[in-house]
């Protein structure tokens, strides 16, 4: 095991405008489960290849433990790579994939079975080792390919995406199986995914990117409670949270004709443009007399113990789209009214400009 530092490590392509990876610092800790996340080409995947050593370094360097590996061949780095598509050998046996890396290393045959039952014991495997991947399942290739790994007992494990072939019910099965694999085996783990309810659940940390630099890495709780910037306060959480543009009076926010009370920290330091975050969970309904914002339901998805309501609403400044999380016993049907607010502590106060959080 190892810790794992990139010390502003770059990847700029030839020919390219700007670089994939402009440059970041990241500290990765011994035994951690680290997630990368973000959207489509933000660079999440060419970080994680750079510390493999499948990418270039073109500025700044990477280390694993105190070694410098940046210039280091990628069958010299000791990491293991779970690949997306499995990549596992079609005419060999479940026993033969696992241990092939072994096979091709020299080591000794007793030893390479021994690591191999040891790993299948651990994944659930052990019956399936004379068969070929074509008679296992998608979850079943995907443990194989975690077992290729972990007979390495490598310092890290690299992961690039490695659900993202799986049905939705596997996954979620299949992301608990890693989660709990990691923490028993307790090898510094660099996780990339683009799904990041996925980043939320499996990872100790989570390191959020985008164009290429890192927004935010904290835990995932305080990404979702404390987004530090616009991107991460609309990227986090599923559905995602309501930014509503509003502008600052007297130390309230004024969304239209409605006055929002924000947190007193927020008051002191917010002037003109501001954009507001309310999580759908933190909206409350109220009568009409109260005075709450409008929302007309276009859509409502039932989730069994509660709801998300998907609606419009006429007030400047507000989304094509307010979602509200609401009990199932409130009986919320498309066509109807609601009317709703939240409390202080409940709203996420940015610089419109910036970007830039501005709450607590």
Not at 151 to 160: A, G, L, S, T
Not at 200 to 217: F, H, K, S
Not at 250 to 271: C, F, N, W
Not at 324 to 333: C, N, T, Y
Request: proline share 5%; charged share 25%.
């Amino acid at each position: 095991m190892a810790t794992v530092t990139f010390e502003k490590a770059q990847r700029w392509y030839p020919g390219a405008d700007s670089p994939a990876v402009k440059g970041i610092d990241l500290e990765i800790g011994d035994g951690e489960f680290m997630v990368l996340v973000g959207p489509s080409g933000c660079g999440k995947s060419t970080t994680l290849r750079m510390l493999a050593g499948l990418e270039d370094v073109t500025d700044g360097r990477i280390l694993i433990g105190d070694r410098d590996v940046t210039k280091v061949p990628p069958k010299d780095r000791d990491i293991a790579m779970v690949f997306q598509n499995y990549a596992l050998y079609p005419h060999m046996s479940v026993a033969d994939n696992m241990g092939f890396a072994l096979k091709m290393a020299k080591v000794d045959g007793a030893e390479r079975e021994r690591r191999v039952k040891e790993a299948a014991s651990i994944l659930g495997l052990t019956e399936y080792l004379d068969r070929k991947p074509k008679a296992l399942s998608g979850g079943q290739r995907q443990r194989v390919a975690m077992g290729r790994a972990i007979v390495r007992q490598p310092q890290v494990f690299c992961m690039d995406e490695p659900l993202s072939n799986l049905d939705a019910k596997m996954r979620v099965n299949t992301r608990t199986d890693i989660a709990k694999l990691q923490a028993d085996l307790g090898v510094t783990t660099v996780y990339v995914t683009h799904d990041q309810v996925e980043a939320m659940t499996m990872g100790d940390r989570v390191a959020v990117m985008n164009a290429g630099e890192l927004q935010q890495v904290d835990t995932p709780l305080n990404l979702y409670t404390k987004p530090v910037n616009l991107f991460v306060a609309g990227f986090i959480g599923s559905p995602q949270m309501n930014l509503i543009e509003a502008t600052a009076v007297d130390g309230q926010a004024k969304i239209g004709e409605y006055l929002v009370p924000v947190d007193p920290t927020s008051a002191r330091k917010m002037q003109g443009r501001i954009t507001l975050g309310v999580r759908p969970e933190a909206w409350r309904l109220v009568s009409a007399a109260e005075g709450g914002l409008p929302v007309h339901v276009t859509v409502v998805e039932e989730l069994g113990s509660d709801s998300f309501v998907y609606g419009t609403c006429d007030v400047e400044g507000t989304p094509s789209n307010i979602i509200v999380r609401v009990s199932a016993r409130d009986q919320v049907h498309k066509g109807d009214v609601l009317y709703v607010t939240t409390d202080p502590r409940d709203v996420h106060v940015f610089d419109t400009g910036t970007g830039l959080r501005l709450s607590e």
